[in-house]
């Protein structure tokens, strides 16, 4: 997925970015129409207690630090590889 799409990465970042902030929004406050994915609701709604607050600050986090790290020229694919093992673990 990354790196058929290498050139749109901030992008792909972005949509990631905005899961995990619909995720944390859905657990904090429950308000169904603060959701930017709301087509994606039932997903966000039902992952919610998947992860405490504390994961998905982290998580997002991990995001911002990749997206740092690709900015400044690091190798993109290590980067990408190293956040989605970050993510995993953080999630496991």
Known sequence: MFDENKEDADSMLDIMLLF??????????GNEKLLINSDKKDIILKNTSRFSTGKLLHNIDIIEETRRNIKQNANYQLAIQV???????ENA
């Open 20 to 29: 995990y902030r619909d995720l944390l929004i859905a657990r904090k406050s």
């Open 83 to 89: 956040m989605l093992m970050k993510l995993q673990e």
